[in-house]
């Protein structure tokens, strides 16, 4: 139960980073 949260937290983490990632590619592309 304990690993399943861990990885439950990572998958959001990782997630949360490349949603960052693409919010920044994003404003650079557009000039903001």
Known sequence: MIL???AKN???EE???LRDR???LR???VGN
């Open 4 to 6: 399943k949260k861990a």
């Open 15 to 17: 997630a949360a980073k």
């Open 22 to 24: 693409i919010k920044y």
């Open 10 to 12: 990572l998958e959001f």
């Open 27 to 29: 404003d650079k592309l």
